[in-house]
């Protein structure tokens, strides 16, 4: 087999949309965006075979973000399109961030897994999901129906909420379905405010903890030290310091990196995992957007 047909051994599943972000009185940037979508290019851009697999429109943007994700080296084999109106988030205000969805009968929602390249479970090794794509029926429940698949055929399962305002009311069943059959949960401080809302942080970490206890919990902290529970046990560490351009992606690029981690280096310990991911996450900072950073760059802040 060649190395254009390998499989991938990395599939981040949905949450490929284009944001459109208010830059003046009437004036707009658009940028190919999506948790998920970030996910896949980063670990894409640390060095392994990976997928961002979901279904696309036929449009501009649609175009823009096939581009992209041909430029981000991921398998196209994973990327459906579909005559439907694409899936855009349109932050309207910056400061702070507000913004609302479009995208009723979208072409995301079509993502059909039957279509995917014979093989392709067998070969997987991770798959990640998480955020709006799980809200968005009928595709939450294609993935997480491809979800439950995938890890009973033994490929693990990385899960990131990442809490935006369509969950705000009844996505409790979600978020359980979702943690029980994660082997990864990750979770930034603010995940948890908003998830549990009442609840002090610790709380919130052992109700998360609770629902799975045998998956490793990444809790992140911005610039503050961040948590890894592995069963018993926890580890704590604090990013590297850079000059941040901004944090966009930052999350992303911090499970991306955990998960590079634990595919292409599995000898190494959990310490070891876990400043790996916060150097990915602090590397993405240096750089506005949603920055994937090389293997270089991450390395030169682990040694730093
Ligand atoms: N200001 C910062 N300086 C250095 N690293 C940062 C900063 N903000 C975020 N990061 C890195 O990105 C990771 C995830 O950031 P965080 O803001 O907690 O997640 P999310 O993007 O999901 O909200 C952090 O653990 C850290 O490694
Ligand atoms: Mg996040």
Excluded at 107 to 131: I, N, R, S, V
Excluded at 267 to 272: A, F, H, L, V, Y
Aim: aromatic fraction near 8%; charge should be negative.
């Amino acid at each position: 087999m060649s190395a254009s047909n390998e499989l991938p051994v990395f599939i981040s599943a949905g949450d490929i949309l284009t944001d459109l972000v208010r830059t003046g009185d009437s004036s707009w940037l658009s940028r190919p965006g999506g948790a998920g979508w970030n996910v896949a290019r980063a670990v894409a851009r640390l060095g392994l075979p990976t997928a961002s697999a979901g279904s696309l429109g036929v449009d501009w943007f649609s175009d823009e973000l096939w581009d992209a994700s041909v430029a981000a080296g991921l398998d196209m084999r994973f990327m459906q399109r579909v005559s439907r109106p694409p899936l855009l988030a349109i932050v309207h205000e910056t400061h702070p961030p507000t913004y609302f969805f479009m995208g009723d009968n979208g072409a995301d929602l079509a993502f059909d897994p039957a279509h995917l390249p014979a093989g392709w479970m067998e070969h997987a090794k991770w798959a990640h999901f998480g955020c709006i794509s799980l809200v968005r029926q009928p595709l939450g429940e294609t993935l997480a129906t491809l979800a439950a698949d995938l890890r009973a055929r033994g490929v693990k399962i990385s899960f990131d909420p990442n809490y935006r305002n369509l969950m705000e009311h009844g996505y409790e069943p979600t978020l359980r379905r979702m943690a029980a059959l994660a082997d990864l949960i990750k979770v930034s401080d603010e995940d948890l405010r908003m998830l549990f809302k009442g609840l002090s942080e610790a709380d919130a970490l052992t109700r998360i903890h609770e629902m799975n206890p045998a998956a490793t919990v990444l809790l992140t902290r911005g610039s503050d030290t961040a948590t890894l529970i592995v069963g018993d046990e926890r580890f704590e560490a604090r990013p590297p310091r850079v000059e941040v351009a901004d944090t966009v992606g930052a999350g992303d690029a911090s499970i991306g990196g955990l998960l590079y981690s634990l595919m292409a280096a599995p000898q190494r310990g959990w310490p070891e995992h876990l400043a790996f991911a916060l150097a990915a996450g602090a590397a993405a900072c240096r750089h506005s957007g949603a920055h994937s950073p090389s293997l270089d760059e991450v390395v030169a802040l682990l040694s730093a």
